[in-house]
């Protein structure tokens, strides 16, 4: 039954592959007219594209999955960030070209090394409630003191606080003396004495009403784009939430509301209404009044919706835009533009598969794995009209990080060159691969020092290596479709290119906890995760890949990379530290200690809203100020002229920053 | 009867009891992982991990985090959501979505029972002929295609058709018209299945032959006798249809964004919500007990040869 599900599904993947070939081409953005048009051309067109255009003062947008709770500090779930960061305001945030501008915050500066940043906030401004009517409590720099006390109590379970607490002077320190103390291991202070001391050894300060102070445990000149990403950076009435305990936030009633926008309806899985703020400090560039969601848990249906006018943005998967080819909905067909995060291939250096283990600790082999990958086939499962815009040779993705110049950070020598490599090179595959095995095995094909065993990946799965060629790889994957789909892809290049006399290539989907049961245990040799850029700055991830890194599934040993880290983090100006990063990055990738091939970019989209009228919210979500909704839909060829025109505006903007 | 009803009963809380503790013990049996997102297990370290669980008293013995559910459950506090909807009170979260799934769930059986009695009665009036080939036709179509393809066949171009919202909207009346028939299409297959199959049987007893021998019309034998004595195996099953009609439909509901309990047990479980998962378990064996229990007594009501208690 295995072997008759495992053919279906190689044909299936060879039918798609082959179709392919036969998909029409997006045009090449480069010879469309807009893009050759001149700056004030370009300009011209956009003004006359929108007089002709009627604007909306309501936007209807839908969500996918549960809206589980608002409590922006302890939630898991992604999609509430959107509502939330049309609510609450940050100290800054991006305009339509990605440059910091204040936010609730009027003025900022930092020191020189960029470990204290200090904040003045806007004053007279007062929390709403549900009902869009001024509470009680104004909103001051107390408020951020107090989200940073509410993060650093571990009673309140706040989400994804590593990068946060770990940035923060003192917080680190607090937190674990805090849980120790509700642990029983620390008997000697209580806990209120320790909460007491919050103000004296956390590093976050109301210097007065209205100015607030970080002081940061290293230099982070990457600070504002952190507070963009993270929800934990976020004010709170700590007054109201305490009052409230666990009932904080858990809908739109039992939260406040300092944002553009406040939740004034919420129907839990079902609906929820954003009504803009009256009291907003900026209130004149909000320019849509209500922003209603509705649960809408397909894409098909979604896309039913927009075309019956019942929704203005829908997300086209790359099978129904083939299906749109020739239709009046063709022409409104626009690609969807980044994705930060990168899917990579996790190589298990500990497990217990001496074959394995044996090859993966040599250079040459991880060379020959690398080598024969054909990325564009991989990326054309996701993106079969265009494969080439989802290729990635680096961990962090291009178009996150620039430096004071503009120079985008993966165009750092040498992790330019890993970016511009192409990988798809079986007989360089094959040659690192004899290589490889003239330095591990004796000439009858037996691996040196490995002996027979029964590897045991329990609950994952168990196999019997005989200690000879072909080396037998376990690929543990999901049961997903599309993910045994991809795992067969890897099968037929790794064994075409380097030799199924070489490699045993064994799949193995796993249906469960993939990270807890498979990655964490070590029960695996390949699995596909994914690594995301979260704000402007390549420490978020590569601090976490150093040898004893969270992030160092695999369990490599990497001094040469693990050094080149503490170097960047040492260095005294960005771009030193930018291209101390670029070569350790380009060290990993190089190397073959991880292998990235594609981003999570995907799919296309239809909208009835104007392209890049709304901020560029590059590490934070979609916010709605600013945003113009037409009455008809946009189409690509209008996409084209304000692109044309953004472009040349955010390259001046970004410049004179 | 009494003495029936109190042992039905114990036997009832019984059986709740085992089951509410099985469950509850084999949740605990979980691997600690899973009370995590994926992202979150890669976001944080052991230790905050470890803190987390035990400021949610996940850490603690079983048997003390037993006592304490049932302390709550008895003060009436049903806990609160862990990961599903964290935070947020079960006693909240239910009391939103069982009416809406509820009164989906009554609307469609009450027309899954009038229209499935109707087919089924169609289909043995009309015995072999265009009647029985319709129906046929219908349980056929309903019972073997997979259910997506019609379902979704409805959504899509019976609501252009008939120009009917896609989705569910609580204040649209004619949002409800196509979940509702989607609901009901596999109970009226059944009513009318099982009601054609009894009456069959039951037009080849005696007492029927004797009955159109006497010179009784057809359908009156057919109304008032056949259909009397075939409706009762049909009749016990109507307690725990009625009560379970807020276990909601998985698909269905996600399909019409209907925002009620279908799925919920299901996600609940994966996403290891202990909490979310024992009362949603002790409500459902509660229902099941009940439904049971009463599905007896309405049979005894409706046929007066069966009795409950051995006569003295």
Redesign the interface.
Known sequence: MKRFIAILLAVAMVLSLSACQFLPKLEDPDTTPAATMQPEDAANAVDKILEGKTFENVYKTYFSS?Y??F?YY???Y?TVREIIANCIDGLVEPNTYGVYVPSLAESWKSNEDQTVWTFKIREGLKWIDHTGKETEYAVTAQDFVDGIRYIGD??N?A????VVRNLIEGLYDYY?LL?DI??GTVTDTTREDAVATFDEVVGVKAIDEYTVEYTLTSSAPYFLSLIESSMLMLPVEYEYAMSLG??FA??NEHMLYCGAYYVSAF?????ITLTANPNYWDKENVTIETVEY?????G??SL??FK?G?TDYTSVEAEAYLSLQGTEWADNLLPTSHSFSTNYLWLDFAGENPEFNKFINNENFRKALMYSLNRESLASLREPVDPKRILRNTINAEGAIYDSNGVDYTDYSPLKEIKETDYNQPELAKQYMEAAIKELCDENGNIIGCEPTTVDYLPVCSFDVDGKLPVTICYVGTDDEAEIIMAQLFKAMIEESIGADYIDFQIQAYSG?????VA?PLNYDIYFDSLSTGYADPSGILTRMTTDG??NVGKYNVPEFDALIEKALAATTFEERLQYFAEAEAYLCGNGFVIPFISSLRGYYMSYSVPYTSPLTLYGNTKYKGTLVMSEPLTKAEFDVFEAAYDVERAEALKAN | MGKYILKRTLNSLLTVIIVFVAVFMLLRLMPLSGYFPQDMLKETDEATRMSYLRNQGLLDHPVKQLFRFIGNLFQGDLGRSLTVYPKVPISTLLAEKIPVTAAFGFSSMLLGIVLGLSLGLLMVRFKDRWGDRLGTGYILIVRAIPNLIYLFFIQVWISLWFNLPMVFKKDLPSSWILPVICLSLGSIAWYALWLRRFMVDEENRDYVKFALVKGLPKKQVLRRHIFKNAIIPLVIYLPSDLLFIISGSLVIESLYAIPGTGGLLTTAIKSQDNNLVQVIVLMYAVLSVIGVFLGDLLVAAVDPRIKLTEEE
């Open positions: 549960s589980a709770s409590n302890s939630t898991a992604a571990p009673l379970g989400y994804s606080l590593r674990w849980d509700d642990s666990e009932d858990i809908d129907e839990r899985d079902k609906a509705q649960m809408i848990p397909d098909t249906t039913e919706m019956r019942e906890w993939t990270y807890g049961t964490d969270a992030e």
